[in-house]
């Protein structure tokens, strides 16, 4: 089967500017992640999706990041404007959403913000 | 999510068995411990999981303590590719999967030649 894809692999923007992610999941994978992964760290959860829902977003700087799953399938994450702190690699996961169910990841998107 | 403990890092040499500790001394009853790795520019690995009963797949061992308060991921015949950072996790499991996977800093693997 084939893996989640993302795009753009990399991104060189200035502060303040905005940019966009996108991810498309395993097929027929209900459950999609966004990751935010800063040089020397483990990946820490932003957001998580049930199909088009929302259910985790506790980590996610709402004043300026967004994130949406239209039709329960692609995913977008916005930053806007963006800091020189959010310069990391974002990362998708998705899995089925079963009881024991993995995380299967992309290949994520280097941003760096200058 | 019970908090986990692993070494900063490791070397194994090429064709031994590498043997990676993780410490999990809060593990509540329902917690499963899971292991990912992550290769160098690429995203996390699924490799195992395992509640209280040792596990075996194609890519690794899993043993876990009787009294389920640390674990031992086995790599039965490292490779140069094995190189990577390898994070232990414990979760809770239940149906719907809308635990959060809190990944900490990992065990940095180092296979030589």
């Known amino acids: 089967e084939a893996g989640v894809a993302q795009s753009p692999r990399y991104k060189i923007i200035e502060k303040r500017q905005s940019v966009a992610f996108w991810c498309n999941p395993i097929s027929g994978h209900a459950t999609l992640y966004w990751y935010q992964q800063i040089l020397g760290q483990g990946p820490k959860l932003l957001i998580q999706?049930?199909?088009?829902?929302?259910?985790?977003d506790s980590q996610l700087p709402k004043d300026r990041f967004s994130a949406e799953r239209l039709k329960g399938v692609d995913s977008t994450l916005k930053i806007q404007p963006a800091k020189l702190e959010d310069s990391a690699v974002y990362l998708c996961?998705?899995?089925?959403?079963?009881?024991?169910?993995?995380?299967?990841f992309g290949p994520g998107t280097r941003l760096l913000v200058l | 999510d019970a908090k986990t403990t692993q070494p900063t890092s490791m070397d194994c040499a090429e064709g031994r068995a590498a043997n990676l500790p993780c410490n999990h001394s809060t593990i509540s009853g329902n917690e499963y411990v899971y292991w990912y790795r992550q290769i160098h520019s690429q995203g996390p690995q699924y490799i195992i999981h395992?509640?209280?009963n040792n596990e075996t797949n194609e890519m690794a061992s899993l043993i876990i303590t009787e009294d389920r308060k640390s674990s031992t991921l086995i790599l039965p015949h490292a490779t140069l590719r094995d190189t990577a950072v390898y994070y232990c996790i414990v979760r809770v499991g239940n149906q719907g999967g809308y635990q959060k996977v809190t990944f900490g800093t990992g065990t940095k693997l180092q296979v030589i030649p």
């Open positions: 999706f049930q199909n088009n829902g929302v259910v985790d």
């Open positions: 395992g509640l209280k």
């Open positions: 996961a998705s899995s089925r959403g079963g009881m024991h169910s993995p995380q299967y």
